[in-house]
């Protein structure tokens, strides 16, 4: 199926965002907040936004042109979603929120009509519970701020028809960013990580060994200077899985089980997996690295000239 007409349902801080996307990227998009009016600003919010964004250089040329002409406000969800082949569902986190929206949106949708919801965490076959056909409908979870972070997360939940899923992928891949396929499982990988560094962040706050401050210093300036890169798979592949074992070790010596090496990593220095240095890792394979050592320090250096041009952040 080729979506051409989307709605989003629920204009605010992610809503409006996706639907800017979209509209740049050509598609038809008619957003629906809480009312006509609340609507209505959104729509004029968006659009100026937008203005703003191109003049400072942030979005391409021509990109305000594209919002004007592609992004219409409806007077109600009902109308939003009449004709859309995609509708994305952006309302509060709040599962008595979500469930009469998405049973709303089922109701007036077109049959063939794939329904995405844009949770962060709410497990998505808890939110399929509100349709009748729950096949049409997966999680399609942008990132904030959705015009400029590249990343979506797709959820299909057991029954959503495979279907769906790559009429999803098709949408995201048409906007220029890229999406991962992943589990039902709540908080899905983004927010499950993103939860456990934040936790374990202010434990150690707690525990005296840093302050907020210099915790964030240490994550920004070190191993999160490498994340744009590399995931922490390439990472533990680049730094030697045998070191990585060592240091699990040590770790679960003093903060227990939770610390374990995990059995994966155990098993692949077993069979002589160290990574880049010896037969491959997780997901760089044994080889020449020539070409990667050199794009990571090309990596690095460049973020470095980005960071200083761009001086600290106001916090
Ligand atoms: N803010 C983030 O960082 C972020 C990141 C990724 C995903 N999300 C998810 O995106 C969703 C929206 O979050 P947000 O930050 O954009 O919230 P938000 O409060 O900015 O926007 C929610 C919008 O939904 C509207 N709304 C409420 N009830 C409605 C209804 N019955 N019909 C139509 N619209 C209705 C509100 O008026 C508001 O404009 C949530 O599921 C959230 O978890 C948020």
Redesign the pocket.
């Known amino acids: 199926m080729t979506i051409a007409q989307v709605a989003v ?8 965002g996706i639907a800017q996307v979209l509209a740049m990227a050509g598609f038809q998009v008619t957003i ?3 009312d006509a009016t ?1 609507t209505r600003h ?1 729509l004029e919010r968006l659009r100026r936004e937008a203005v703003e964004f191109e003049e400072q250089g942030l979005f391409d040329p021509g990109s305000a042109d594209l919002v004007a002409a592609n992004l219409h406000a409806a007077d109600s ?1 009902e109308a939003a979603v009449a004709d859309a082949d995609y509708i994305e ?5 709040v599962p008595e ?2 469930g ?2 998405l049973a ?1 949106i089922e109701a007036a949708a077109r049959p063939h009509a794939v329904i995405g ?6 497990p998505i076959g808890g939110l399929a519970a509100n349709l009748q056909h729950a096949g049409r409908f997966l999680g399609v ?4 701020p ?1 015009p400029f972070i590249p990343g979506v997360e797709l959820i299909a939940h057991a029954g959503t028809d495979e279907a769906a899923v790559v009429a999803a992928e098709d949408l995201v891949a048409r906007t220029g960013k890229l999406s991962a396929r992943v589990s039902d499982r709540a908080g899905f990988v983004l927010n499950r990580l993103q939860y456990v560094l934040l936790k374990e962040a202010a434990s150690l706050v707690e525990e005296g060994v840093a302050s907020a401050e210099d915790v964030d210093i240490v994550v920004r300036t070190t191993f999160g200077y490498r994340l744009p890169f590399f995931g922490p798979f390439a990472i533990a592949d680049m730094a030697g899985l045998d070191i990585y074992a060592a240091g699990f070790r040590t770790l679960a010596e003093h903060y227990g089980e939770r610390l374990d090496p995990p059995a994966v990593l155990t098993e692949l220095v077993a069979e002589g997996h160290y990574g880049v240095k010896q037969d491959g890792g997780f997901v760089i394979p044994a080889g020449d690295s020539a070409p990667l050592v050199a794009y990571r320090n090309r990596a690095y250096a460049r973020l470095g000239q980005l960071l200083r041009e761009l001086g600290p952040a106001p916090l």
């Open positions: 349902v629920g204009a605010g801080y992610m809503g409006g629906a907040d809480a609340t959104h969800l569902e952006a309302v509060l986190e929120v979500k009469p929206v709303a919801s844009n949770t962060s965490t709410l979870h942008f990132s904030n959705a």
